[in-house]
């Protein structure tokens, strides 16, 4: 089994910033991708970031020049920098990881519970 535990959120002004922690852990072989989505209450899962084992980053539109994904692969950690906070950004953020367990399966993807950011005006 492979776990992910998201923590740092939190209630922030707006403009301020907040760092997110992923950390996956349990029967793990290698990490690929790993990423944030958020979720708001009655919406569709929103894509924010994602960032390859080799560094690529990716962002959504939305956020980008304000979020700052990275990674400690030593870790198993993913980070989200959020600075510039706006309060349309309030929501559930969630990680993701592309998980082997086996050199002899292929990746799945897992998900964390979810950590609340409230960005108040």
């Known amino acids: 089994q492979v776990q992910l535990a998201e923590s740092g959120g939190g209630l922030v002004q707006a403009g301020g910033s907040l760092r997110l922690s992923c950390a996956a852990s349990g029967s793990i072989f290698s990490i690929g991708a790993m990423g944030w989505y958020r979720q708001a209450p009655g919406k569709q899962r929103e894509f924010v970031a994602t960032i390859t084992r080799g560094g690529m980053t990716n962002y959504a539109d939305s956020v980008k020049g304000r979020f700052t994904i990275s990674r400690d692969n030593a870790k198993n950690t993913v980070y989200l920098q959020m600075d510039s906070l706006k309060p349309e950004d309030t929501t559930v953020y969630c990680c993701?990881?592309?998980?082997?367990?086996?050199?002899?399966?292929?990746?799945?993807?897992?998900w964390g519970q979810g950590t609340q950011v409230t960005v108040s005006s």
């Open positions: 993701y990881a592309a998980v082997r367990t086996s050199i002899l399966r292929p990746s799945s993807d897992y």
